[in-house]
């Protein structure tokens, strides 16, 4: 497998963005001429996916050969249920292969290639989104919206109390609040204990997308399913929706990012 046809790139990323466009390029002219310029994916270069096990893992082969991460090493992971699941992305490509349809794999490369050497960093990157979570900055009105964020965010702030012993400040707007010293530290054990590379790739993506490591995190302790924590992570999109109606293009972006979630609670479930 080569690199282009298993590259990390993020639904972030503006190529992927514009695979993704509605504009038809016919009818469009911008967009025309941004497709000119653009790399066309690969095509399927592989009749099966599948799974073979092996002395470092449970192997990723395609027509039974070993696949390969962008950084050149082999696709082995612990679980054979991840294998599985990503076996399946690349069972599902038809006749190209396109990276915003593989959320999972991409995370795997990027676990492979860049975590596992990089623990300490990405662990700290985690952790630093405590000290300005996404759950302590809450709005002052309307009502609805006060109302709203309560009841999404404060159970998780009484979860991280009782159960990591971190204690949070709240603050009303974007005024910056200091947390804790110790509730820091508390957070940065929690990440700290996620021993799997694979699973702290996970933890890291969700953190990134919401904001938020203390929703990661209650994703990875079982006490918010995905669904829920993206649910709270999307409180304000939410009620702005509600109040100004929703925009096509905002909504295109968060479908995708919602699948990159999904995807890294998804890992974090089978790997954690």
């Avoid at 509730?183 to 953190?207: E, I």
């Avoid at 924590?229 to 929703?246: C, H, I, L, M, P």
Wanted: hydrophobic residues 45%; negative net charge; proline residues 6%.
């Amino acid at each position: 497998m080569t690199d282009d046809t298993s590259r990390d790139d993020s639904p972030r990323d503006g190529t992927l963005r514009d695979w993704l466009g509605q504009p038809d390029p016919d009818v469009d002219p911008l967009r025309a001429a941004r497709q000119a310029g653009k790399p066309a994916l690969p095509k399927r270069f592989y009749a099966e996916a599948g799974v073979a096990a092996a002395e470092d893992g449970h192997r990723l082969v395609l027509d039974g050969r070993p696949a390969r991460t962008p950084g050149r090493r082999l696709i082995a992971v612990p679980q054979a249920a991840v294998a599985e699941a990503l076996a399946e992305e690349w069972g599902a490509q038809e006749t190209v292969i396109d990276p915003a349809r593989m959320p999972l794999t991409r995370l795997v490369n990027t676990a492979l290639d860049g975590v596992a050497e990089r623990r300490e960093a990405v662990a700290e990157d985690a952790a630093r989104y405590a000290g300005s979570d996404l759950l302590v900055y809450r709005a002052g009105d309307p009502a609805r919206l006060v109302a709203s964020q309560a009841a999404a965010w404060d159970p998780v702030l009484d979860w991280a109390r009782t159960d990591l012993g971190a204690r949070f400040m709240l603050s009303e707007g974007v005024m910056h609040v200091a947390q804790p010293e110790e509730s820091l530290r508390a957070v940065r054990q929690a990440v700290d204990a996620v021993g799997s590379p694979l699973a702290l790739a996970g933890l890291h993506v969700m953190t990134t997308l919401t904001g938020s490591v203390l929703l990661a995190l209650a994703v990875l302790r079982g006490r918010l399913t995905a669904e829920e924590a993206w649910a709270a992570a999307q409180v304000d999109e939410t009620f702005q929706a509600s109040v100004w109606g929703r925009d096509e293009e905002a909504e295109a972006r968060r479908a995708l990012r919602r699948e990159e979630f999904m995807a890294a609670a998804k890992l974090v479930a089978l790997t954690a």
